[in-house]
C-alpha cells in the first residue's frame, strides 16, 4: 500500500445523498479533498450502499423521489448508532426539523450551504470519535474488571481449597499417628508368644503316649507363659487399628460433605460416653507412657443429636493440644455434664495454660501458638466449626494458669426429636 493510499484509508468515511446531479457533484467536489466520499443518487442506492459499506457520516438531501433522505439518515442509525448524519434542504421540512430535534439527532442544515457545513461535519466527526473512543476505554475498564473480579474469584476458591487440604491433612495426622504407633507395636506384642510357641514345638516331640501329662503340662507352661495377655493386647491394637482407620473414612467423608453439601451425613442421636471412651483410647495409645488419662462422665445425660465422628474428632484435637502444650508429661480429664439445656464436654490439662492475649485469637485460622512442624493453626478452627454446625459452640474459659480448660457445649435435644437428621439439620 501507498502512502497515499494509507492516507486514504485513515480519513473519514462520508456517503453523500442527493437526486441532483450538480449537488451531489459539489458535495463530492467540496469533502474529497478531507474526506473518503461515495455518492448515491437516490435514497435507494443510499441504502444498498450503507447495508454494504460502514460510513463515519453520511450527507443527504431531505426530498428525494422514492426514499427520503430522513429514511435514509434513520435507516444509518439504526445500522450504526455512532454515524454522524447531516440533512440538507432548501424547504421547510416537517420531517427533517422532528429528525433534527430529537436528542442525538441529525443536523440540520440548509441549501446553498456555506461554511457553516464543514464547520458541522468536521466538529461532528471529531465528538464521534471522542465518544467511540471513551465507549472502548469503558469497555476496557469493565473488561480489566471482570478480568479481576474473576482472578479474585479463582484466587479464593483455590484459598478455600487450601484451607481444606491444610484441615483435612491436619485431621489425617492424629489417626495416621495412631495407626503407625499400633502397627510398630503389633511385632513388639507377637514375639512374646515365639516362646510359647517354641515350647509346644518341643513339647509335641516329646509328647509320652499318656495324653493326660502332656496336657497338664501345656496348661502349666500356658499359665507360666501369660500368652493370654499378649493375645489380648493384640486384640486390643486391632480394635485401635479399626477406630483410626473408621476416622479415617469418617474424614474423607466430610471432605465430600465439603464439595457436595447435599450429601452431608444425617445427624442421629449420640452416647456421649461412647465417644469419651474411643477419643480417649486413640489418643492414649500414642501418648499412654507420659500423660494420665481421667474421664468422667454423669449419668442420666440427656439426649445429643449430632455425628459421632465429629464429635469425637473435637475431643482428639482437644487432647492432642494439651499434650502438646504439656510437652507428654501430665494430666488430661475429660468430663461430661449437663446443664438445663445443654451438655458440655470438658477438656482440661495441667499443662501451662493459655496467656490472655492469644486466647481472643485461638479459634481464627492458621493462629498458633505452636512452632511449625507442630501445628498449621487450624486445629481449634475446624472444632469450633464442628460444634457450630451441631447448634453449639466452643470456647477456651479464661481462667489463671496453670493448667487449660476448653469447653464444647451441645444442645440437648428437645422431646419428639428424631434421630435421622432432622433434629438439628444436616451436618
Given at each position: 500500500?501507498?502512502?497515499?493510499?494509507?492516507?486514504a484509508a485513515?480519513?473519514?468515511?462520508i456517503l453523500?445523498v442527493?437526486?441532483?446531479p450538480?449537488?451531489l457533484?459539489?458535495?463530492?467536489?467540496e469533502l474529497?479533498e478531507q474526506?473518503?466520499?461515495t455518492?448515491?443518487a437516490?435514497g435507494?442506492?443510499a441504502l444498498?450502499a450503507?447495508?454494504?459499506q460502514?460510513f463515519?457520516a453520511?450527507v443527504?438531501?431531505?426530498?428525494m423521489?422514492?426514499?427520503?433522505?430522513?429514511?435514509?439518515?434513520r435507516?444509518?442509525?439504526?445500522?450504526?448508532?455512532d454515524i454522524v448524519?447531516?440533512?440538507?434542504?432548501g424547504y421547510?421540512?416537517?420531517?427533517?426539523?422532528?429528525a433534527?430535534a430529537?436528542?442525538g439527532?441529525?443536523?440540520?442544515?440548509?441549501k446553498p450551504?456555506g461554511?457553516e457545513?464543514g464547520i458541522?461535519?468536521?466538529?461532528?466527526?471529531?465528538q464521534?470519535q471522542?465518544a467511540?473512543r471513551?465507549r472502548?476505554e469503558?469497555m476496557f475498564e469493565?473488561?480489566?474488571?471482570e478480568?479481576?473480579?474473576?482472578?479474585?474469584?479463582r484466587?479464593s476458591?483455590?484459598a478455600a481449597v487450601?484451607t481444606?487440604?491444610?484441615?483435612v491433612a491436619?485431621?489425617?495426622r492424629?489417626p495416621?499417628a495412631c495407626l503407625?504407633?499400633n502397627l510398630?507395636?503389633l511385632p513388639q506384642v507377637?514375639?512374646q508368644?515365639?516362646p510359647l510357641l517354641e515350647?509346644?514345638?518341643?513339647g509335641l516331640?516329646?509328647?509320652t503316649?499318656?495324653?493326660?501329662?502332656?496336657?497338664?503340662?501345656?496348661?502349666a507352661?500356658?499359665?507360666?507363659d501369660?500368652?493370654?495377655a499378649a493375645?489380648q493386647e493384640?486384640?486390643q491394637?486391632g480394635?485401635?487399628?479399626?477406630d483410626?482407620?473408621?476416622?479415617?473414612?469418617?474424614?474423607?467423608?466430610g471432605l465430600?460433605?465439603?464439595?457436595a453439601?447435599a450429601?452431608?451425613?444425617?445427624?442421629?442421636?449420640v452416647?456421649?460416653?461412647?465417644c469419651?471412651?474411643r477419643?480417649?483410647?486413640?489418643?492414649?495409645?500414642?501418648?499412654?507412657r507420659?500423660?494420665?488419662?481421667r474421664t468422667a462422665?454423669t449419668p442420666g445425660?440427656?439426649?445429643?443429636?449430632?455425628?459421632?465422628g465429629e464429635?469425637?474428632?473435637?475431643?482428639v484435637?482437644?487432647?492432642?493440644n494439651a499434650?502438646?502444650a504439656?510437652?507428654?508429661?501430665?494430666?488430661?480429664?475429660?468430663r461430661?455434664?449437663c446443664t438445663?439445656k445443654?451438655?458440655?464436654?470438658e477438656?482440661?490439662?495441667?499443662?501451662?495454660?493459655?496467656?490472655e492475649?492469644?486466647r481472643?485469637?485461638?479459634f481464627?485460622?492458621?493462629?498458633?501458638t505452636?512452632?511449625?512442624a507442630?501445628?498449621n493453626?487450624?486445629?481449634l478452627?475446624l472444632?469450633?466449626?464442628?460444634a457450630?454446625?451441631?447448634?453449639?459452640?466452643?470456647?477456651c474459659v479464661?481462667r489463671?494458669?496453670p493448667?487449660?480448660?476448653?469447653?464444647?457445649?451441645?444442645?440437648?435435644s428437645?422431646?419428639?426429636d428424631?434421630?435421622d437428621?432432622n433434629?438439628?439439620?444436616?451436618g
Amino acid at each position: 500500500m501507498t502512502r497515499d493510499e494509507m492516507a486514504a484509508a485513515d480519513r473519514p468515511t462520508i456517503l453523500v445523498v442527493d437526486d441532483d446531479p450538480h449537488v451531489l457533484a459539489s458535495l463530492i467536489d467540496e469533502l474529497s479533498e478531507q474526506y473518503g466520499v461515495t455518492p448515491a443518487a437516490d435514497g435507494e442506492a443510499a441504502l444498498e450502499a450503507l447495508e454494504r459499506q460502514h460510513f463515519d457520516a453520511v450527507v443527504s438531501d431531505v426530498r428525494m423521489p422514492g426514499i427520503s433522505g430522513v429514511e435514509v439518515i434513520r435507516r444509518a442509525f439504526e445500522l450504526d448508532r455512532d454515524i454522524v448524519r447531516i440533512l440538507l434542504t432548501g424547504y421547510s421540512d416537517d420531517a427533517a426539523r422532528v429528525a433534527a430535534a430529537t436528542p442525538g439527532g441529525a443536523y440540520k442544515l440548509g441549501k446553498p450551504w456555506g461554511e457553516e457545513f464543514g464547520i458541522v461535519l468536521r466538529r461532528a466527526l471529531e465528538q464521534r470519535q471522542a465518544a467511540i473512543r471513551s465507549r472502548d476505554e469503558l469497555m476496557f475498564e469493565r473488561t480489566v474488571r471482570e478480568q479481576t473480579e474473576q482472578a479474585i474469584s479463582r484466587l479464593s476458591k483455590m484459598a478455600a481449597v487450601g484451607t481444606l487440604v491444610a484441615g483435612v491433612a491436619h485431621e489425617l495426622r492424629s489417626p495416621l499417628a495412631c495407626l503407625t504407633a499400633n502397627l510398630q507395636a503389633l511385632p513388639q506384642v507377637a514375639v512374646q508368644l515365639d516362646p510359647l510357641l517354641e515350647r509346644l514345638q518341643v513339647g509335641l516331640e516329646s509328647a509320652t503316649p499318656d495324653g493326660v501329662d502332656f496336657i497338664a503340662a501345656l496348661r502349666a507352661r500356658w499359665r507360666e507363659d501369660a500368652p493370654a495377655a499378649a493375645a489380648q493386647e493384640i486384640k486390643q491394637i486391632g480394635a485401635d487399628c479399626l477406630d483410626s482407620t473408621h476416622r479415617l473414612q469418617e474424614i474423607v467423608d466430610g471432605l465430600r460433605t465439603y464439595s457436595a453439601p447435599a450429601r452431608r451425613a444425617r445427624y442421629r442421636a449420640v452416647e456421649l460416653e461412647r465417644c469419651v471412651a474411643r477419643a480417649v483410647r486413640l489418643v492414649a495409645s500414642e501418648y499412654k507412657r507420659g500423660v494420665t488419662f481421667r474421664t468422667a462422665v454423669t449419668p442420666g445425660l440427656g439426649g445429643v443429636i449430632g455425628h459421632e465422628g465429629e464429635i469425637i474428632q473435637v475431643l482428639v484435637n482437644l487432647m492432642l493440644n494439651a499434650v502438646q502444650a504439656m510437652g507428654g508429661r501430665g494430666t488430661i480429664d475429660v468430663r461430661v455434664r449437663c446443664t438445663e439445656k445443654n451438655v458440655l464436654l470438658e477438656v482440661e490439662d495441667s499443662g501451662p495454660g493459655v496467656p490472655e492475649d492469644a486466647r481472643a485469637r485461638l479459634f481464627q485460622p492458621f493462629f498458633t501458638t505452636k512452632p511449625d512442624a507442630l501445628g498449621n493453626g487450624l486445629g481449634l478452627w475446624l472444632s469450633r466449626e464442628i460444634a457450630v454446625r451441631h447448634g453449639g459452640d466452643l470456647r477456651c474459659v479464661a481462667r489463671p494458669p496453670p493448667g487449660a480448660l476448653f469447653v464444647m457445649e451441645l444442645p440437648i435435644s428437645r422431646d419428639g426429636d428424631d434421630d435421622d437428621g432432622n433434629g438439628n439439620g444436616d451436618g
